[in-house]
């Protein structure tokens, strides 16, 4: 049911309907329990941004469900400038990007996109879907003395995922019909290793674009180096995630009510026992309300309301918000809840702490013509956007489906660096026709407009960085936090840490490089040449590769923020069963529970610790 009621009182109350609540909240329902899901934003269903995974880089600028979130890369702001990202706002929700900002313009820092609506951030996620690895969980169970976070036990919640998560790879055939395409992902895949001769190119390729980097029943999976496909969230073309799911759960008449358009801006407590309890939320009912919302400008202050909890309270409103959630609500560092005269429930130091996220960068090559897969294709949703037709009217047969039937970031190198800390792989290399160089307004724009551009873009899994930071601006729930992420020197630097990192990450500059030599190998297809213009044909040398990382690199997995740790670490925020320290009947549930950013991706991890939140809740 999706509720306006009145009286609200429920046995469970999950705020955030994201990668983290939504899947707990639908199987607390299903057990029968009388669950109340909050939502700040909306129900975009019918919005077809949501579900053509061709647009997945124009979603996360649809004013109805994005928040612009601004971050700090680095606190220095001379140095942060030197991103061309950099962005100043010079009316509220305009924006300038880059240097030479008009005067008077406010610097904001570096866009992180979120997605407040139902299904949260994974509804305008790039619907990658990649499995952690083994040792995400096996070093959990390792810390905390848990052994059900092992990764033999966790495989029972990948299957309960998997109940409701459909997942599948880009039709080859869809690629192949492009064949300077094909060229490129033939460099990448002869980079990789698989050495495809030049005469039998595309079957080579196709059979390539058989390896399933989620292969569960390959032991040397997480270990395995090559050229893989990529599985998308999607089903027949068409995105299907969460946001279906908590839909489906709804219809099928479980105790599920959902309360869209809610922001909560406080848990409440009853403090009169030993061990403060939590209760409930209060919140405000409204529309766009949270001041990251383009649209708050003409929403209405909100209407106050509360809801009760007689058994727990779950936060799972995402790295920074649930931060926020516990700081308005008296759980976090006492010095910073009292210059903000919050009173404080629980002096917790860790709230807020040791977040991690990926580095990112990209190498953009630019051809004289342009890529022949993307004709027709506007991004726009306007009647001239021939390849949302052909998408729109081709439900059926996924391969007749087009462009759009992807994220067209089909293919990925998998590279264990010369740097890993482990046997894990830990570089992820994508391929595709887009001018993708991370975050800024309009990004989404930006990567799609001009036809003629091919990435190589890496990602950085197992990062050693743990120094990010959130806290508070103010004590209006409605501001967005103060987020630090501290990168590479600013950060966590023992062992050389952000040396090793930033070491990575040149190497898969190098490595993509080499995949754009390898391109000519496969003239026989008839791509043209290119032009590189990032990092460009100056960027040579170690110490210009490392600045230009340094410059330019991004993150959009930020996660840790109130990790799970031991009894004895003053910085432990939850215990191995997602319970907040020095409460009860409270639990984090979202990407901030991590004690290490989980594998190469996020979002299955976060689905996974979902379905085993629901498990520990249910079962004990
Ligand atoms: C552009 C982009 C692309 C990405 N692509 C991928 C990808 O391809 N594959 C992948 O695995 N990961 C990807 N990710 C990451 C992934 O989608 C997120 O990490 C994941 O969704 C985080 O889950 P979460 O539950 O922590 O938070 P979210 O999914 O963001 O959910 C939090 C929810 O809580 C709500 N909320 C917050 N505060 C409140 C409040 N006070 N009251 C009520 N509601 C509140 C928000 O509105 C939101 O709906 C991407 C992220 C971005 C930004």
New binding site residues.
């Given amino acids: 049911r999706i509720t306006n009621a009145t009286d609200l009182n429920y046995e469970y109350i999950v705020?955030?309907?994201?990668?983290?609540?939504?899947p707990l909240a639908c199987r607390l329902a299903m057990a029968g329990h009388k669950t109340l899901l909050?939502?700040?934003?909306n129900d975009q269903a019918g919005n077809v941004n949501i579900s053509v995974p061709g647009y997945?880089?124009v979603v996360?600028q649809d004013p109805k469900l994005r928040?612009d979130i601004f971050v700090n890369h680095y606190q220095d702001q001379q140095r942060a400038m030197r991103d061309p990202k950099y962005t100043w706002e010079t009316a509220p929700f305009e924006y300038h990007v880059g240097p030479d900002p008009p005067q008077d313009a406010t610097p904001r820092g570096i866009l992180?996109?979120?997605?407040?609506?139902?299904?949260?951030?994974?509804?305008?996620?790039?619907?990658?879907?990649?499995l952690p690895h083994a040792s995400d969980w096996d070093s959990i169970a390792t810390m905390t003395g848990d052994n059900s976070w092992a990764a033999t036990n966790m495989q029972q919640y990948l299957a309960k995922v998997l109940e409701w998560q459909p997942a599948e790879p880009t039709d080859p055939t869809i690629l192949l019909d492009d064949l300077q395409l094909a060229q490129h992902l033939l460099g990448g895949a002869a980079t990789a290793g698989l050495g495809i001769t030049p005469l039998n190119a595309l079957t080579g390729l196709a059979n390539a674009l058989l390896n399933d980097p989620n292969n569960e029943l390959d032991p040397a999976r997480d270990a395995t180096e090559g050229f893989f496909q990529i599985p998308?969230?999607m089903k027949g073309g068409s995105r299907l995630s969460?946001h279906q799911h908590i839909q489906s759960t709804v219809q099928a008449g479980y105790p599920l009510d959902v309360r869209t358009n809610?922001?909560?801006?406080k848990i409440t407590f009853d403090q009169s026992g030993s061990t403060p309890k939590a209760t409930g939320v209060e919140?405000l009912d409204g529309e766009y309300l949270?001041r990251a919302s383009p649209l708050s400008q003409s929403s209405s202050p909100g209407t106050r309301g509360s809801a009760a909890a007689s058994k727990e309270v779950i936060i799972?409103?995402?790295?920074f918000?649930?931060v926020?959630?516990l700081k308005l609500s008296g759980i976090g560092p006492k010095d910073e809840l009292d210059k903000f005269n919050i009173s404080t429930v629980t002096d917790l130091p860790g709230v807020g702490t040791s977040m991690q996220d990926r580095y990112e960068v990209p190498v953009n090559v630019k051809h004289p013509n342009d890529f022949p897969i993307l004709d027709g294709c506007y991004f726009d949703n306007k009647p001239h956007d021939e390849c949302l037709t052909k998408w729109e009217s081709n439900l059926d047969i996924l391969a007749q489906r087009g462009p759009y039937a992807t994220?067209g970031l089909a293919a990925t190198m998998a590279v264990r660096s010369d740097y890993a800390s482990t046997t894990d792989i830990d570089l992820y290399i994508f391929g595709g026709p887009i001018n993708f160089v991370g975050?800024f307004p309009q990004w989404g724009d930006y990567a799609v407009q001009d036809h003629s551009y091919f990435s190589w873009y890496s990602l950085k899994a197992h990062t050693r960085n743990r120094a990010g930071t959130i806290q508070l601006r103010s004590a209006d729930?409605l501001d967005q936090p103060v987020v630090n992420f501290n990168y590479f020197d600013t950060g966590t630097t023992a062992g050389g840490a952000d040396q090793l990192d930033l070491e990575t990450l040149v190497q898969a500059i190098k490595i993509s490089r080499e995949a754009l030599a390898d391109y000519s190998n496969y003239g026989i297809l008839g791509g043209t040449e290119f032009v590189e213009e990032r990092p460009g044909p100056d960027v040579q040398s170690e110490a210009e590769l490392e600045q230009y990382v340094k410059d330019v690199a991004w993150g959009?997995?930020?996660?840790c923020s109130c990790s799970i740790g031991t009894d004895d670490d003053p910085n432990a925020v939850l215990d191995s069963k997602f319970r907040v320290r020095g409460v009860q009947n409270l639990r984090v549930?979202?990407?901030?529970v991590f004690p290490s950013i989980p594998g190469i991706?996020?979002?299955?991890?976060?689905f996974m610790v979902?379905e085993k939140a629901a498990d520990v809740i249910l079962n004990g």
Avoid: K, M
């Fill in positions: 705020v955030g309907s994201g990668a983290g609540g939504g909050i939502e700040a934003g997945q880089a996360t928040w992180y996109p979120r997605a407040a609506t139902l299904g949260g951030s994974v509804t305008h996620n790039a619907l990658i879907w990649i998308l969230i969460i809610c922001f909560v801006t919140f949270y799972s409103g995402g790295t918000n649930t926020q959630l994220n975050y729930p959009h997995h930020a996660s549930v979202d990407a901030s991706f996020v979002t299955s991890a976060i979902s």
